[in-house]
């Protein structure tokens, strides 16, 4: 296995993400995943077991496992902490009376060291009933300001609706190096500049420029111009002579510059 | 030169998807307790391998499988699950061997591509799912246990593994009285499969591990624990070992923390029992499952959480964001077992096996990330002490034992770990980068080859991974030195992998940090594809990159240091090209710089070294003859041939030192001025004595050098002696004289040398030229020496065509032509082969030449038409043509490739250019000039369809046709077969007879026969001609002969050729082919009472075999053709004999029979 090898498996590696889904029964986690996968969400019976979903989520595969939240089987959650990326716990805010309850679950779990890495995403979920608790409120009541371990974000949704759940996805798959799970490997970097060495460069050899894609590791969203275009529109003569050079640098940095810093809590 | 680039394919998708379902769909549908016939199972099989095959074909690539794989895989499960259902529910029922063993291996198959781990999510785990699999694998004597189907239990393994992964109490599974049932069969069966060598091993680790982790399950780990010392104590099997250490390993990655710790003591005690037994440390696979326990107990006694405040992964889209995490402030104790684990894994980092080091290297960047700042230095410190351990003793990089290889790749491997999880603090790049420095170039020699590739690629491993890690800031001192050394491996690197890898680590520098000087433009220049061929990186990139002043000269030391003294000659030419080109972007400075540089390597006693150095300065001097200043040429030129007695005679021309050799004469032919011939003004008294040695040399590449030698000798105008020396006193008859494969100098030597100054020499080469490719028995020269004296004529034609007649009379030249021509009928053949094809290749190429010189240069020779009469340049076409058809593709290609040339010739500037109009212009032009079509000769089917169309061209069409014999009796299929059909229907095309030039049926029957009769005895005429009549008579294009008596008498005496001393032919495929002719005549009415008669001949010949063969045949022709009569007593008759029976009275009485029954009617 030599350099190349490493290169190549680890853009692979950076594009998937191993997720997992937990909560108190009835929270809608099945619901949520089946909502996201666009799959009918009217006849969902308690999971009794597990579930694994993949599909892509822009750049991204992600794996995610869904498990039943049954007091029975929580104690059996530990056996799917292995390699998590992220952990996205599903409430129910309109279970008023199981908050406590759904609180001691939580911090428990994040004193796990195999989720030691992981981001951790809040759904308050239910958002369309009439009464449900407010994500402020869910957040006071989980006492999520104390963890300090995690990268953690909160996102009222509605399964039913649909509301905020991409954009949750996004926030977990947006997640900044460095809280990922400890595998390196997984910890990509931003927007690099660098082609797929070999691969990409490849399809535009004729061109003879160097750059001429970028792995777009953490999809900016809010530029007007990809990073790619940025470059092509620098590099779209194929000669172009050491003057340029600054003026790449230059966009990068303006670019760097403009791009919004991923949310993270107050 | 060895340097080929082989690409796999890339796919942008999975392409054949929709083909692939396909295929696997109908390999679903099959009833899986149905034994499939023989017929279904070949077929069955020829589907499945399909699948796999495609399956293969993305080996690489096999993420491009993702989106398809869900719809996929479940189906096929589905059909694995509903057959062991119902193999469950009646035990009697057996599946058929044959068709679940290939369901299971398609699924083997799909987890070979992309890995278990992906395929086994789209595995069904409900809670029933559990007893399916269950039961299925315990089926007594059932399918399962049988020894093929290691694939179904295998998938059936590693399903179970998913299953047991439900968070359900596995005591739920058991009957009241019986608690523990199921997780104890799941135990036990398991159990049994950990000393399998096949993958069932594999696939039973996986689930035992699995059971172990579960919280009701896992309190079996310890009596696991306990059960493995004991069998490893026992002196277990290596594979046993194996297995238990795959499950420990893998319980130890992912249990529970608290549940891993409890057992330290137990995990510890089993990796010392492995260290202590030497039969099972000597098993790679058991070192590296060791070294993994290691790390990993070490890595569950750390604190999880990572130390997030140092680990800083560089982002562009956003800031860096630090955890506050107040755990990992406080220090904490680091036990005792961490220590003693980091002890081994250092070791093993220096382990003999790569994937040992690899284990090793992470181990210790893993354990390195969660221990406190400084003790993670320190470990960073022994691993960069491991580079020191061989370099003490050692004077330089070149002169470490081999034994360092292994060292120095585990020191760059964790270094690259380390680095990659950001630990390295800015104070340790110094000292790692100097290591790396080392690294980059690590290149040990060992006996004809030179170990090390793997340390450069780990050492560009760590570069790239510094670049992803390290601030801007920290690297910015290096930038300079590591952008020179990356640019050197890449450009300069023997391995395509290793200048890639070194491209790969320079385009992360440029693209994260933009400190390397002109990086970009750099990086342009080397990028992936520019680095992959040897030749394009050392000839085209690097004289680009050293436009840069900040590379120059260190590319230039680079070249002179390392590649001019590598191990491998191809290298060292190489690099000598590539130092001139390098050169020249500053001759003035550089050029004295290498030469200097240069004439220091002829004084190592190492002969790369001199080599090296020879070939370098011969490439300095070649760039100051084509761009030095005027005036300092002729001094640099005698300044670099002086440099030449540095060198020992005894050494340049010492036995098995040819390299040197050749490089000493090429330096002499470029270096040599006037001054240096003369022996009271020259530098080096010996030099004649090299290009002597180098003539008589046996190697043709230094026969060639020192040809180029003589040839530079004799354009110094004034050395008449020199001339006269060699030919009228000493060298020819010497080469004649000498030594076979000295021989072949001869023609090298005469082509070369410049007649302009002696033309009186020219006669005596001639002769020379002539008397030795003259045909004799036993040849009296050989096959490559004859070769290079037809090359020599055209090569002789073009130094002396601007003034032809002052050296050559019409006669001469005409000759020459001759002997070319000539050459096209040498089929010489040797225990080498078909060595002839060299000869007509060269002549192909020769003719070629000669009629471009002449044609090119017709405006200025007076007698144009006398010395390239219009007749011989047909006689020149056609003979190329005739190569063009025949048998070798290479050959068939470089006639090609000349009859091309010729085609696109203007005609002759003289009076009447219309004489040499090439014949058949406009069908030739349709046939091979039209581009869209154009493949090459060498391509039968493109070929022969159009080359039987050259038949029409009569100047060409006996040469042709006898080429087209010759091919279709060949045993090349490739040839026979596309050249029979194009045959068949190009005959079939024929008209029966014609007025005027104009082929028809008649007449190339005719011409067959008379070829077939110009020499009736040479069995290797005859029998090509016979083939091809057979050929047409088995394609049906001969029946109208019939018709006519002409054509009638034409077959007549086809019948008489092949009929007469039938008894006295010895040649087998002679009288097979004879014997085909008479029968394949048997359906042509006129002729069939002429034939029976001669039946006998065949049928009750001498051969059994003949006589089975005559009778097999007679057979098919009456069942094929009309015979406008009633066969059938006769094929009784042949089918009922026992042809080749030894009883002479059976065959005897049966070939009377058949005689008769003929002659009824």
């Not at chain 2, 074909?57 to 694995?80: G, H, M, R, T």
Request: hydrophobic share 40%.
């Amino acid at each position: 296995m030599g350099l190349l090898t490493i290169i190549r498996k680890n853009r692979q590696k950076e594009r998937e993400m191993r997720i997992l889904f937990l909560g108190l029964d009835n929270a809608g986690k099945t619901t949520i995943l089946k909502k996201l996968n666009g799959e009918d969400i009217m006849s969902i019976s308690p999971t009794l077991g597990f579930n694994i979903k993949t599909f892509a989520h822009g750049n991204y595969i992600l794996n995610i496992w869904d498990v039943g939240g049954q007091r029975t089987l929580r104690p059996y959650w530990r056996n799917y902490f292995e390699q998590t990326d992220a952990l996205v716990w599903v409430v129910d805010s309109s279970d008023r009376m199981r908050m406590g309850d759904c609180k001691q679950e939580l911090h428990s779990l994040l004193t796990e060291d195999r989720l030691a890495g992981a981001s951790l995403l809040v759904f308050a979920n239910k958002q369309d009933l009439q009464g449900s608790m407010t994500d402020a409120e869910i957040q006071q009541v989980l006492d999520l300001p104390a963890i300090t371990t995690h990268h953690w974000k909160i996102w009222p949704c509605s399964a039913v609706t649909g509301k905020n759940l991409v954009e949750g996805l996004d926030w977990v798959v947006a997640t900044p190096p460095g809280s990922r799970a400890e595998d390196p490997q997984r910890r990509g970097t931003g927007i690099s500049v660098i082609p797929e060495y070999g691969k990409l460069t490849q399809m535009h050899h004729h061109h003879r420029s160097p750059i001429t894609s970028c792995n777009t590791k953490r999809r900016p969203r809010t530029i007007t111009m990809s990073p790619l275009n940025c470059l092509r529109t620098l590099f779209a003569p194929c000669e172009y002579d050491a003057s340029d050079t600054p003026a790449l640098f230059l966009a990068l940095k303006t670019f760097r510059l403009t791009t919004p810093t991923p949310l993270i809590p107050a | 030169m060895d340097d080929e680039v082989f690409e796999r394919k890339l796919f942008a998708t999975f392409e054949r998807h929709g083909e692939f379902t396909d295929i696997q769909q109908s390999c679903l549908e099959l009833d899986l307790f149905e034994n499939p016939s023989e017929d279904e199972d070949l077929r069955e099989n020829q589907t499945f391998s399909k699948l796999s095959n495609i399956l293969d074909e993305y080996q690489e690539q096999s993420y491009l499988l993702d989106p398809f794989l869900e719809n996929l895989v479940a189906p096929v499960v589905d059909c694995l699950r509903s057959h062991a259902k119902a193999s469950i529910a009646d035990h009697r029922r057996r599946g058929s061997s044959l068709r679940v063993g290939r369901l299971a291996t398609l699924l083997y198959s799909y987890v070979k591509c992309r890995g278990y781990k992906t395929i086994i999510r789209f595995f069904p785990h409900e809670i029933a799912d559990l007893s399916i699999a269950l039961e299925f694998l315990l089926i007594p004597d059932g399918l399962i246990q049988d020894a093929t189907q290691w694939a179904l239990r295998y998938v059936v393994l590693i399903w179970l593994s998913l299953i047991c992964m439900i968070p359900f109490d596995l005591a739920q599974f058991d009957e009241a009285e019986r608690i523990g049932h199921t997780a104890n069969a799941i135990e036990s069966s398991a159990k049994t499969f950990l000393g399998k060598a096949g993958l069932e091993r594999e696939g039973a680790a996986l689930l035992l591990s699995r059971l172990y982790v579960r919280q009701d399950t896992g309190t079996r780990f310890y009596p696991f624990l306990v059960w493995t010392k004991e069998r490893l104590e026992a002196k277990a099997d290596v594979i046993t070992t194996i297995g238990l250490l795959q499950v420990v390993c893998e319980v130890v990655k992912s249990g529970p923390a608290d549940q891993i710790r409890l057992r330290v003591s137990e995990l510890s005690a089993i990796a010392h029992v492995i260290e202590e037994t030497k039969t099972l440390l000597s098993n790679t696979a058991v070192r590296k499952y060791k070294t993994k326990l290691v790390s990993r107990i070490a890595l569950r006694l750390l604190p999880a959480v990572p130390n997030n405040g140092r680990r800083k992964g560089r982002t562009l889209a956003g800031d860096e964001i630090y955890l506050d995490n107040p755990a990992s402030e406080a220090d904490f104790e680091v036990p005792e077992q961490v220590e003693h684990a980091l002890e081994q894994l250092f070791s093993a980092l220096q382990d003999k096996d790569t994937v040992v080091r690899w284990s090793a290297a992470k181990g210790v960047a893993r354990v390195s990330e969660r221990l406190p700042v400084d003790f993670a230095d320190q470990v960073l410190e022994t691993v960069m002490g491991l580079f020191a351990i061989h370099s003490i003793a050692a004077a330089s990089l070149y002169d470490l034992p081999a034994i360092a290889e292994s060292t120095w790749h585990g020191a760059c491997l964790a270094c690259a770990e380390i680095a990659r999880r950001g630990l390295i603090a800015s104070e340790r790049l110094p000292e790692l980068i100097e290591w790396l420095s080392k690294a980059l170039y690590f290149d040990l020699r060992k006996g004809a080859h030179s170990i090390g590739s793997n340390v450069r690629d780990a050492a560009a491993y760590v570069l790239w991974a510094l670049a992803r890690t390290q601030d801007t800031s920290s690297l910015k001192p290096h930038a300079e030195n590591l952008a020179q050394r990356l640019t050197a491996v890449a450009l300069y690197d023997r391995e395509i992998h290793i200048r890639r890898a070194a491209s790969a680590a320079f385009q992360e520098h440029v693209g994260r940090n933009g400190l390397f000087p002109h990086g970009i433009d750099v990086l342009g220049k080397t990028d992936f594809y520019a680095v992959s061929i040897r030749r394009n990186a050392f000839l085209t990139a690097a004289p680009q990159v050293a436009v840069h002043l900040e590379y120059r000269s260190f590319l230039l030391n680079h070249v002179l240091d390392v590649v001019l003294r590598h191990w491998d000659p191809t290298m060292r030419e190489l690099g000598s090209q590539s130092l001139r080109l390098i050169c020249l972007t500053d001759l003035a400075i550089l050029g004295p710089q290498a030469s200097a540089k240069s004439v220091h390597l002829l004084d190592s006693i190492d002969l790369a070294d001199l080599h090296g150095g020879l070939l370098a300065l011969s490439e300095i001097a070649l760039a100051y003859r084509e761009f030095g200043a005027d005036g300092t040429t002729a001094v640099r030129m005698r300044e670099t041939f002086e440099a030449l007695s540095r060198i020992p005679l005894e050494v340049v021309i010492g036995s098995r030192n040819a390299v040197i050799t050749a490089a000493a004469c090429r330096l002499i032919s470029i270096t040599l001025t006037f001054p240096e011939m003369q022996p009271d003004t020259t530098s080096v008294s010996h030099w004649r004595k090299i290009v002597d040695h180098g003539l008589k040399h046996r190697v043709p590449f230094v026969q060639e050098a020192a040809a180029e030698a003589m040839a530079s000798m004799s354009k110094l105008v004034d050395y008449l002696s020199v001339l006269i020396d060699a030919f009228e006193n000493t060298l020819i008859r010497e080469l004649k004289a000498s030594f076979l494969a000295t021989q072949q100098s001869l023609g090298t030597v005469l082509g070369g040398i410049d007649y302009s100054a002696y033309p009186n020499a020219l006669p005596e080469a001639l002769d020379c030229l002539s008397s030795f490719v003259k045909p004799t028995t036993p040849p009296r020269s050989t096959v490559e020496a004859r070769r290079n004296c037809y090359s020599a004529i055209p090569k002789i034609l073009l130094t002396t065509v601007k003034d032809l007649p002052r050296y050559m009379s019409v006669e001469v030249v005409n000759s020459l032509c001759d002997i070319l021509l000539g050459g096209l009928d040498d089929y010489s053949t040797d225990e080498r082969g078909d060595v002839g094809s060299w000869i007509r290749a060269a002549c192909v190429q020769g003719l070629t030449s000669f009629t471009e010189t002449l044609i090119h240069n017709s405006g200025s020779i007076a007698d144009f038409a006398g010395y390239f009469p219009p007749a011989k340049f047909r006689r020149i076409l056609a003979g190329i043509l005739k190569q063009g058809v025949e048998r070798l593709d290479n050959v068939r290609q470089e006639a090609g490739v000349g009859f091309m040339r010729l085609l696109a010739l203007p005609p002759p500037a003289v009076a009447d250019p219309s004489l040499w109009q090439i014949p058949g212009l406009s069908l030739l032009q349709e046939l091979f000039q039209n581009d869209t079509e154009y493949v090459g000769w060498n391509d039968g089917h493109w070929l022969f369809p159009r080359a039987v169309r050259l038949l029409d061209i009569v100047e060409y069409r006996k040469p042709v046709l006898t080429g087209l014999v010759l091919s279709l009796g060949s045993k090349t299929d490739s040839t026979h077969r596309p050249l029979s059909t194009s045959l068949i229907s190009y005959v079939k095309s024929l008209p029966l007879t014609s007025e005027g030039v104009e082929y028809n049926v008649s007449t190339l029957v005719e011409d067959l026969i008379a070829h077939a009769k110009s020499q009736i005895t040479s069995n290797s005429v005859v029998v090509p001609v016979l083939q091809t009549f057979n050929v047409l008579l088995e394609g049906d294009a001969l029946m109208r002969l019939a018709a006519n008596s002409r054509g009638i008498a034409s077959l007549e005496q086809l019948l008489t050729l092949v009929t007469r001393n039938v008894a006295r032919l010895k040649s087998i495929p002679r009288i097979q082919e004879s014997m085909k002719i008479v029968v394949n005549l048997l359906p042509f009415g006129p002729l069939f009472d002429k034939c029976v008669p001669c039946l006998p001949d065949f049928l009750g010949h001498q051969f059994p075999s003949i006589r089975r063969e005559t009778a097999e045949h007679i057979y098919l022709v009456l069942q094929g053709a009309d015979m406008g009569r009633d066969t059938d007593d006769v094929e009784e008759v042949l089918l009922e004999t026992e042809w080749s029976s030894s009883d002479g009275e059976v065959t005897k009485a049966a070939v009377e029979r058949v005689v008769a029954l003929f002659s009824v009617d």
